[in-house]
């Protein structure tokens, strides 16, 4: 679907008092603006979001955009606003229209500025979006990333605003290019869009049937970021665990991570999200069996009621979800296991949220993503009956995160004294600067913050990629505290990574982290062939 909206006066006034930043026509050759344009990618929503709009930022470098510096990235001051969103909460639509209100000032002061909306929002509210806020000049859906850098081109030409939401995947995302924001972690999808059909869920809607990628693809992909500094890397997925389902083999995804673990250089492998009712002891034992898989889990339970799992279309019960947790603790002893919950599904009794509190209380999960439930429309649950008076599932809701606050400091209280090696990140600690310590994530995904020895030297200070030990002197719920190194003779010890040098060389003015479609995140053909023992019949490759 494509649709042509005019843009309002005042803002078709504007542009013509744009100057040559917007009207100079672009370059012949590469179609990219003949004099360079900043841009900012703001992401609302899950993983899947962020890699989007990494591909997204990819594209408009490709088409000769620059990306805004941190200062005006944060002040919002850039030639092109994209914001990539998310349609899963209720909040989501005021998220965006907040964003917009605020930016319809800024494009008033800034002529010749353009926002664009993608993602799961605009793939549902198509043409509503310039409806609300006509000075929005591109919307794009899920389906058709790739049109973003000739919407925004189109939308100057035509003075008007662009909408094309496309009915089904036209491109791989994975085929496009990337700017990835870490060069020492990695997100590689395996599969877009979602077959199952959970009442309270309108992914599926949004992003359609699942289609998987090849094999080879993947694993290319994946030592491709490797090679480029990568250390850790994240396979994405709707449903992960129901890789294969396209070519007809129930243990492609097990297959899969014991390849991928495998790959030359990678020291971490985690994924996310996998389903319950798809979760078979096969990957248990890959994960267990592949020392780059990391000792850590997302497994949603969203309820710990059966009447209400059914009434979700979730085809499991609380039985066989514990039982799955068991059975990774036996295989995983340190693994450190997280969720998602939603309170208030319609009709849910007191004595259904009681099932929730005691499979959360037996779970022992290291931390929970809690939600409160909000009809979404064109859901199953959005027309049920015994939506739930709103102070009812607040309440049920406090109690559920008060449970969880008890777990989570339990469960990081028994982490004291553990040896952990910590992947330093950027922009994890938010209080570092303040409290002069460093922060990132242990092979189980638990947030840490780290002391730094007082009489370490500048030159020696580890960097992000980089890899520290130290023993944990603190747990509070969401993190732990690793002060060893203040200590004499406390636990530190750096090991500096091809990672650490990757963000070294990016803070030089290198760029390793962007790449076009010869390089990682294209899903290209590896140099030789690739096998998992998957069928090679089937689905066509795309």
């Known amino acids: 679907m494509s649709t042509t909206l005019p843009l309002p006066a005042l803002d078709r006034a504007e542009r013509v ?18 004099i360079a344009r900043t841009y900012v990618v703001k992401t609302l929503g899950c993983q899947m979001n962020v890699h989007d709009s990494e591909h997204m930022a990819g594209m408009l470098e490709q088409a000769g955009y620059v990306a805004a510096s941190p200062a005006d990235a944060a002040a919002e001051d850039a030639d092109v606003i994209v914001i990539n969103t998310c349609a899963v909460r209720e909040n989501a639509a005021d998220k965006l229209y907040g964003n917009l209100g ?29 409806d609300r806020a006509p000075w929005v000049d591109v919307v794009f859906g899920t389906h058709n990333l790739d049109v973003l850098p000739v919407l ?68 290319a992909e994946v030592q491709a970021i490797v090679d480029q500094g990568a250390i850790e890397v994240t396979l994405l997925g709707q449903n992960v665990n129901s890789y294969g389902v396209e070519f007809g083999d129930r243990a492609a995804f097990a297959k899969l991570l014991r390849a991928a673990g495998a790959a030359d250089g990678l020291e971490r492998l985690r994924f996310t999200s996998p389903h319950p009712a798809a979760f078979t002891d096969d990957v248990i034992e890959a994960m267990a069996e592949t020392p780059t898989v990391m000792p850590q889990l ?74 409160q439930y909000s009809p979404r429309p064109g859901t199953p649950a959005a027309d049920l009956p015994d939506q739930l008076p709103k102070a009812v599932v607040q309440e049920r809701y406090e109690r559920l995160v008060a449970l969880q606050e008890r777990i989570s400091l339990e469960e990081n209280q028994a982490q004291v004294g553990r040896t952990v090696e910590v992947l330093l990140a950027e922009g994890e600690g938010r209080k570092d600067g303040a409290t002069q310590r460093l922060s990132g994530r242990a092979a189980d995904n638990r947030l840490v913050h780290l002391a730094l020895p007082p009489t370490l030297a500048d030159g020696d200070a580890p960097r992000p990629g980089d890899l ?52 990682c995140g294209t899903g290209a053909a590896p140099a030789g062939p690739v096998s998992l023992g998957l069928p090679t019949l089937g689905v066509p490759r795309r």
């Open 17 to 34: 008092e744009t100057g040559t930043t917007t009207t100079d026509r672009p370059d012949e050759r590469t179609g990219a603006p003949s």
């Open 102 to 130: 605020r930016l319809a000032g800024t494009k008033r002061a800034r002529p010749g500025m353009q926002i664009a909306v993608g993602g799961c929002l605009a793939q549902k509210d198509r043409a509503g979006i310039v």
């Open 152 to 219: 925004l081109e189109r939308a100057r030409h035509n003075q008007r605003a662009e909408v094309e939401i496309a009915e089904s995947l036209q491109v791989f995302p994975s085929t496009l290019p990337t700017r990835r924001e870490s060069v020492y972690a990695g997100w590689v999808s395996i599969s877009v869009g979602c077959n199952n059909t959970c009442t309270f869920c309108i992914v599926p809607h949004l992003r359609g049937k699942e289609r998987d990628r090849r094999p080879g693809e993947i694993l």
């Open 298 to 371: 997302h497994m949603p339970l969203q309820s710990g009621s059966d009447r209400v799992l059914r009434a979700m279309r979730r085809s499991y019960r609380s039985d066989r979800f514990l039982g799955i947790l068991d059975r990774v603790r036996a295989a995983m002893p340190d693994a450190a296991i997280t969720t998602d919950i939603i309170v208030g599904f319609p009709g849910e009794t007191e004595e259904d949220f009681a099932e929730t509190l005691r499979v959360v209380e037996a779970s022992r999960f290291s931390s929970a993503f809690t939600f």
């Open 468 to 519: 520290v030990t130290v023993e944990v002197t603190h747990g509070a719920p969401h993190h732990l505290v690793a002060d060893s190194a203040l200590v004499p003779g406390g636990t530190f010890a750096v090991r500096r990574t091809r990672a650490g040098d990757a963000w070294d060389a990016r803070q030089g003015g290198g760029d390793e982290h962007a790449h076009g479609s010869d390089a």
